[in-house]
T-cell receptor, first 111, second 114 residues
Framework: DAKTTQPNSMESNEEEPVHLPCNHS???????IHWYRQLPSQGPEYVIH???SNVNNRMASLAIAEDRKSSTLILHRATLRDAAVYYC????????????FGQGTRLTINP | KAGVTQTPRYLIKTRGQQVTLSCSPI?????VSWYQQTPGQGLQFLFE???????NKGNFPGRFSGRQFSNSRSEMNVSTLELGDSALYLC?????????????FGEGSRLTVL
């Protein structure tokens, strides 16, 4: 499974945008980029995923570099509830039905 | 729509015992996978079942096993418990027909081995 690299931690202020980076230089053409987050004392929850084009949903936006070697998860207006560990994961569309988690980025939101 | 339900939420066992954890997926979901989360190793994939068949298995010893029933409910079993098996065990379900689908996780079963 191709690997991803994320900063260990980031900090932001409430109601400000947050940009969470992810590097995946060995991504293959059939890898989708997925983001999950894990709030304290909960299981991971799906945030967003994409292949080549930028994606938006009610939770966040995903900006994918043209060469697909990096991506950025964007939280447009962070709230205290967004404090969590965010995982950037590559999933091969033809691969096993599983997620390979890295260490993720621990996001702290200051009030 | 009910989410993924895991039971029990907390349990304490002693070394050498065995444990069975249960997972009820979201209605209509046929794929159930299990993950182990520890502070040292993070989240690691254990195995995945689809239509009562194990499709994928992670790198864990044979003491870890699982099964899936015809109603898609799943159980995992750990035999001869070791201290290092103390972890949060998470179950996730998905419809299972596409490998890009969203996985829905339960809140986990926290196992403590003394």
């Amino acid at each position: 499974d191709a690997k991803t690299t994320q900063p260990n931690s980031m900090e932001s202020n409430e109601e400000e945008p947050v940009h969470l980076p992810c590097n995946h230089s060995t991504i293959s053409g059939t890898d989708y980029i997925h983001w999950y987050r894990q709030l304290p004392s909960q299981g991971p929850e799906y945030v967003i995923h994409g292949l080549t084009s930028n994606v938006n949903n009610r939770m966040a936006s995903l900006a994918i570099a043209e060469d697909r070697k990096s991506s950025t998860l964007i939280l447009h207006r962070a709230t205290l509830r967004d404090a969590a560990v965010y995982y950037c994961i590559l999933r091969d569309v033809w691969g096993a039905q599983k997620l390979v988690f890295g260490q993720g980025t621990r996001l702290t939101i200051n009030p | 729509k009910a989410g993924v339900t895991q039971t029990p939420r907390y349990l304490i066992k002693t070394r050498g015992q065995q444990v069975t954890l249960s997972c009820s997926p979201i209605s209509g979901h046929r794929s159930v996978s299990w993950y182990q989360q520890t502070p040292g190793q993070g989240l690691q994939f254990l195995f995945e079942y689809f239509s009562e068949t194990q499709r994928n298995k992670g790198n864990f010893p044979g003491r870890f096993s699982g099964r899936q029933f015809s109603n898609s409910r799943s159980e995992m079993n750990v035999s001869t418990l070791e201290l290092g098996d103390s972890a949060l065990y998470l179950c996730a379900s998905t419809i299972g027909t596409a490998n890009t689908g969203e996985l829905f996780f339960g809140e986990g079963s926290r196992l403590t081995v003394l």
